[in-house]
């Protein structure tokens, strides 16, 4: 504790010094500065804390992790980071940076994941690997299967106790990249956002000023430090504030997501978050009796991002918790994408969320945002005002015409956090990072693919799906197509173009649905087979994709709605299947006929 | 004491709830990933069973286990094992 104050000014004291610094820089100035000051906890399953990283600490074992990947190779070399939740991650990620060698973090594979992995580290054209020695020859054997890709491995955690470097230099923040966040594009075509040193500063800014974050605000993340909001916010960010973060596993948290919250309590956190679904799990998993004597009381900013925000959820959260100190107007909804680093949005802090019930018809229909107070209304959530240091634009996607307050369509940023690309995409990145707003040249905005509003009486954004049927789960970008055609490669009876998938977003939880036409011969079938029929699709479903079907309808031959040129029409299929319009072959009935 | 069927309910309305699968479209012997239940949604199972049962379980129980009949089975036996000891 008496370090902890003895330390507080001198980390208050780097406040203005290093708004505009790499990330890099920073840790070295802090090393300097307050070396014995603790950077991260990491708790255990358990919630007992496991290990500690002090800034003087991270600042050495970086350097000699930077040491050793400078000896080989050349700048710009792509190097992959294979961790397991933990404080030996965050040394070898700044120690890529400190070498000049571009960070490629990534998920640990299961067989099952094994092939996304090796197409990324394909992509990218990979040679170098750093992971921990407890899991290289795992690593070594699950990813041997491919002999073009010879990969050379470095266990970093054997160097944790080797002196600090000489001369090494940090790199400054410009347009140089530092790492490549691999979230975005499909499992066949994965895409590489390419997020320079002046993304990750500028970033780390726009957080602090928006959520009024310094040196005194403790943070607790649980997300996995190869997503992008496990990373920038969980692992950069306390860089920047000078702070103590605790970090505990992804797997922790949902097994007992309450040690999250007693951990929220115990180290009197200041900024604590998640995805929706995070508040949903603790709120379902709480128990009386269970966090007596917490107290939630210093949580002043509870972020959620990275997944619809739910009106249901808040009100759910506040009411579980306020018992221990909980407030709802802690609950910050924010709005963030790879592609912009991760922040764009959200905020003011200390106010109650904005709600609005909108007229879902008219929205979709004349692309206008009305309020609609009956029990018809669709409620979105309000995730924010943008950073002061970006421009968000809300643009038409037909014809790129800027619209004004509360008008529809496609959310455009434009700033200094907009990543550099897509890695080695020189298409697709000009079409999604080289916009222009039509009548307004020279200045560059990227396209979101969100679809949303900005409010004409807050100027928060709101926002209100995806663009082309894009399916998100578990913040994956799933194709529809591709999820249709493994339904009809699952079973011979289930005819090409005879399948429309789609998100049912009515309820609190979002489910996939998959409607599929029968011709004469599998309407025929159907009784005896529907049960089978039914599990193949899913199993197969399951087995490519990861995700579940929750509803499977089989309708009438020749009422899969297609357009002119034979494409099939999701969206319409969506709307008759929401307003129960469907001929849909009754399985059931027939089944206990039989 | 938690008999084996009253587990096996347990499982089949969370995987349900979860998944959004319907429960009479869950059958005993498949593999629960066939439901799209992905290895978050099963440390998020342990965890439930650990709450409502009050035994601890390692976080890969459902890997060794993958069938609503294996899984609770498997708790069953452990519960039996800590309400004896």
Redesign the interface.
Known sequence: MDARIETDDLAAGLYDEVSALSVTDILQRRAERHPQRVLFRFLD?HGREEDVLTYGDAWRRSTAIAAVLAAHGGPGDRVALFYPAGLDFIVAFFGCLLAGRVAVPLNLP?RRRVDRCLRILRDCGCRRALTVSSLEAGLRDILSVDADLPLAWLATDALREEAEAAGIVPPPADERIAFLQYTSGSTSHPKGVMVSQLNITTNLRMMRTAWELDHTSNTVFWQPHHHDMGLILGQLLPVMLGNETVLMG??TF????LIWLDAISRYRAVLAGGPNFAYE?AAQ?W?PGRLDGCDLSSWRIALNGADVVRAATLERFAATFGALGYRPTTMLPCYGLAEATLFVSGGPVYEMPRVRSIDAHAAETEGRVRDDLGASGRTVVGCGLPSDEIEVAIVDPANGERLGCDRLGEVWVSGDTNALGYWQLPEQSAATFGAEIAGEPGRRYMRTGDIGFIGADDGQIYLCGRMKDLLIV?GRNLHPEDVEYTIVESHPLIKPQSCAVFEDDRGE?R??VAVIEADRELKRALPEIA?AL??QV??A???EH??????IVFIAPATLRKTTSGKVQRSLMKQLHQQSALDVIDVAVALDAA | MSTEHDIADFITTFIADRTGVPAHDIEPEENLGSYGLGSMQAVDLVGSLEDRYGVSLPPALVFQYPTVRELSLAVAQRAAATTGA
């Open positions: 399953e299961s992804p797997n949902v097994r007992q997501p799990l998993r128990q578990d939880q489910r996939l049960r039914r599990m899913r199993r479903v399951s087995e990861g995700v579940a079907i929750a509803d």
